[in-house]
Structures are given as C-alpha cells and as structure tokens.
C-alpha cells in the first residue's frame, strides 16, 4: 500500500504493523461487505489482497520520491503546509494503489471475477488510507 511508503518518512517503525494489523484486515472486511462471497474465509483471497498491497508497497517505495511526504518535501517545523502537502500525497497515492490493487486482484480472478470489483477495491482502500491520514495527522501534532 503506497500510504504506508508516505507514513514510512515520519513513522517507520510502525510501517510493517500497520500493513499487518490495520491495512489488510480493513481491506478484507470491506471487501467481504461488498462482495458477499461464500470465499470470503478463504486463505486464496486473503493472499491476493496481501500480494495485491505488497506490489502496491514495492511501486510506492519506487516513485517515493515523486509523492509529497513528510520526509521528502519539507524540512523544518511543522505547518498547514506540511499536513496538505501529506493530504495531497495520499491522495496521489491512493489512486496508484487503487489501480496497482486492482488490477493484481483482477489477474488472479479472470475466470470467477468479482462483480464491481474496481468499486470494492477502491472502497476498501478508502477505508485503510482513511485510517493511516489519521494516524499520519496524530503522529504530526504529537
């Protein structure tokens, strides 16, 4: 997930667990209430959503530097500035991820697809880079 590569510049000892313990579950979750699937215990699944934010992770680390970040951007005190330039690159991030997740999961599922599976993707990371902005804001002001 490419938020994490933004979280990464402030907080990066928390990037791995964050991917583990806050990403991946909110994703399957809303996956699962958009879809319905009998599947949705299914290890097969979960491990595409994991290879699915994995690839998403290695291209965010590639164009890291071409997305606004705490760590890249600015240096110095804190500002509005800094908290809109971090909105701006995960909304940057967001759409990349959106696609890269997309089209992971669209690969495995050819045969059986989901119904709306663009729309259920682009949900379930809504929910998951939601979550991190606001961990991202916290670690900013605290």
Same mark, same amino acid.
């Given at each position: ?19 583990? &313990? ?37 291209? =965010? ?9 705490? =760590?890249?951007?600015?240096?110095? =005190? ?8 971090? &909105?701006? =690159? ?25 119904? @709306?599976?663009? @729309? ?9 880079? &939601? ?12």
């Amino acid at each position: 997930m490419l938020a994490n590569v933004i979280l990464a510049y402030h907080v990066p000892y928390i990037m791995v667990f964050l991917l583990c &313990f806050v990403v991946l579950p909110v994703e399957y979750f809303v996956f699962w209430l958009f879809q319905k699937r009998q599947h949705f215990y299914s290890l097969k699944i979960f491990g595409q959503m994991v290879l699915a934010n994995i690839t998403s992770l290695i291209v =965010g680390f590639m164009i890291s530097v071409f997305i606004p970040t705490y =760590g890249t951007m600015w240096k110095g =005190g804190m500002s509005q500035d800094n908290i809109i330039g971090i &909105f701006i =690159g995960y909304i940057i991030a967001f759409f990349i991820s959106w696609f890269i997740e997309y089209y992971v999961m669209y690969l495995f599922n050819k045969k059986s697809p989901f119904p @709306k599976l663009d @729309k259920t993707i682009g949900y379930a990371n809504v929910a998951s880079y &939601f979550i991190l902005y606001m961990i991202t804001f916290a670690a900013i002001l605290f």
